[in-house]
């Protein structure tokens, strides 16, 4: 499967985007979804969660509230909102898919990846 990530951008302290992950090559339903992110100088971090039949699993320490993470299998693709921004959440956003059975947050069981879509939080 190829994955392509879109949606990023300059977004205001405060402010939403929603990520875009279109699947192609094989269906995503087939697969258990996530997406990371890394900012620079640091290790690539788990975001959030989607498994096959929906049930999702965010990064409580820093998301859990102010993301959601969606699949429209119909369309191939995958969704992460994002509301209520900060300088902190600015990284490169990965969006990334398993078929590996039950919930992960290691980025080394996911073995395909989209190629990033940066998204910068600042006035």
């Known amino acids: 499967v190829q994955l392509q990530a879109s949606g990023g951008g300059l977004v205001q302290p405060g402010g939403s985007v929603r990520l875009s992950c279109a699947a192609s090559?094989?269906?995503?339903?087939?697969?258990?979804m996530a997406w990371f992110r890394q900012a620079p100088g640091k290790e690539r971090e788990f975001v959030a969660r989607?498994?096959?039949?929906?049930?999702?699993?965010y990064n409580t320490d820093s998301v859990t509230g102010r993301f959601t993470l969606s699949r429209d299998n119909a369309k191939n693709t995958v969704y992460l909102q994002m509301n209520s921004l900060t300088p902190e959440d600015t990284a490169v956003y990965y969006c990334?898919?398993?078929?590996?059975?039950?919930?992960?947050?290691?980025?080394?069981?996911?073995?395909?990846w989209g190629q990033g879509t940066q998204v910068t939080v600042s006035s």
């Open positions: 990334a898919a398993t078929s590996v059975v039950g919930v992960s947050m290691n980025p080394q069981q996911y073995f395909y």
């Open positions: 090559g094989r269906a995503l339903r087939t697969y258990n």
């Open positions: 989607i498994g096959r039949s929906g049930g999702t699993t």
